[in-house]
């Protein structure tokens, strides 16, 4: 598993909810709900990254990403 960036395509795709079209995820991020440029996932590859995105309509912005990996006790391995 690796932490990816949601494609700004697939953040603007609209989906429907509660039988209400909803038009992506409004550029903000799930944890903090803050607006964010840029948001993340924890997939496998780009086809587990959009079915994850799929099943919530949200990613992470990078603040939100580092404070779920730190409090949640795991760790990075950097390529050399």
Not at 13 to 21: A, R
Not at 27 to 51: M, P, Q, R
Not at 60 to 79: A, Q
């Amino acid at each position: 598993m690796r932490i990816m960036e949601v494609p700004e395509e697939l953040r603007k795709k609209p989906y429907i909810e509660d039988g209400e079209e909803i038009p992506g995820d409004y550029g903000k991020c799930g944890g903090c709900n803050w607006e964010s440029g840029t948001v993340f996932l924890i997939a496998k590859d780009a086809a587990d990254l959009e079915k994850r995105f799929n099943e919530h309509h949200t990613g992470l912005c990078g603040e939100c990403m580092t404070r779920m990996i730190s409090d949640s006790g795991w760790s990075v391995d950097m390529p050399e």
